[in-house]
């Protein structure tokens, strides 16, 4: 297939740029690099560098060759920053993906895989099922709950199948590729920082949730788990269709379970502080797999926390100072 991928620049993207080149599909990066890396875009792909904001561009862009299919990776992603610049992430997030679908439509696109998130949901004690109570904690989910509205309505109105897939926390790394966000806010990077001695300490953002150890829980899925995912979905997806699927674990863990296994895998002391929750964080966000599993066939490698943050560890003790 040929695809037209946004954000392929990315930590996620270009993995799954990656595996697309990898299964024989000619992929399309398109990518500004406001937060990507022009040297994590895979050799074999096409690379358009602009901005999702440059509407023309993207119309022309999308016109210019018959892709089957549009992989929507580009976003800001940072729940905390959504918190205090809500604008920012409405416009980027929610405002230019309703283009990118109007360039569909007028480039006769009939299938998108979008980046949702677990950012959609309202905090849980249990596992979360897709039908689960939504509410985001903070703008950045309800950008990608905006979006999922748009997706069901481009659906039914022009026939554009979508899956929409809720990933909770990304980590891990491949061989060659890594997360390096700058500023980084993602526990795991900021915690093998500290391991390498670009940081001073790990700070805790709340230690007084109502949790068992008062941190916030979370489901950590592997990059290669989510870039395996996004394949089968493509494969499964016809026009018209509908599909949203959570991409996790199924096993929480607390920031201090992952400080803890960090101190094991990298056999530094790591120093903690608990500092003052982060606005927009919520307690628990703990996913149920079961129906991508039952449907799709999508069976995870990689559930095991320490193998987790050791393939990140293997990266950033190789590439200390990411893409650069
Ligand atoms: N990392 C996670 O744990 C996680 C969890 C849930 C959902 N997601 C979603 O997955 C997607 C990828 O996340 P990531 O962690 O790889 O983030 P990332 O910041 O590494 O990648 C995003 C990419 O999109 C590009 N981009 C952003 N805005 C753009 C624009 N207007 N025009 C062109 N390019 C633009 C950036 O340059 C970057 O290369 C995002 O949609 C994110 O919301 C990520």
């Known amino acids: 297939m040929k695809i037209f991928l946004t954000g392929g620049a990315g930590y996620i993207g270009s993995a799954a740029a990656a595996a697309l080149l990898e299964s024989g599909h000619q992929v399309t990066v398109f990518d500004s690099l406001v937060t990507g890396h022009r040297a994590a875009v895979p050799d074999g792909a096409d690379f358009i560098e602009a901005d999702l904001g440059d509407h023309e561009l993207v119309f022309e862009a999308l016109k210019a060759q018959p892709y089957d299919a549009v992989m929507h990776f580009a976003a800001f992603a940072e729940a905390g920053e959504s918190m205090r610049e809500p604008g920012k ?83 891990g790394a491949l061989a060659d590729r890594g997360e390096a966000h700058a500023p980084e806010s993602h526990l795991i990077p900021l915690v093998l920082q500290v391991a390498l001695g670009q940081r001073p300490e790990v700070r805790i953002f709340g230690g007084d949730y109502p949790t068992s150890d008062g941190t916030c829980i979370r489901d950590y899925i592997h990059l290669s788990d989510l870039v395996s995912a996004h394949l089968l979905a493509l494969e499964a997806l016809e026009p018209g269709s509908q599909m949203i699927y959570n991409l996790g674990n199924g096993s929480g863990f607390s920031v201090r379970q992952v400080v803890e296994t960090a101190r094991k895998v990298t056999g530094h002391a790591l120093p903690a502080t608990d500092t003052d929750r982060r606005a927009g964080d919520p307690a628990r966000l703990v996913a149920s797999s079961e129906k991508i599993r039952g449907e799709l066939g999508w069976s995870p490698e990689y559930s095991d926390l320490e193998h987790i943050i050791s393939s990140a560890w293997e990266w950033h003790r190789t590439h200390p100072q990411g893409y650069k």
């Open 89 to 171: 992430y409405f416009e980027n997030n929610a405002h230019h993906s309703l283009w990118l679908l109007e360039a569909c439509v007028q480039a006769e696109v009939k299938r998108l895989v979008y980046s949702s998130s677990a950012a959609v949901y309202v905090t849980s004690d249990e596992l979360l099922l897709e039908d689960a109570r939504l509410g985001p904690s903070n703008p950045y989910g309800q950008t990608k709950l905006m979006v999922e509205g748009l997706l069901d309505w481009y659906r039914r109105v022009h026939g554009i199948g979508y899956a929409a897939l809720r990933y909770f926390n990304a980590a």
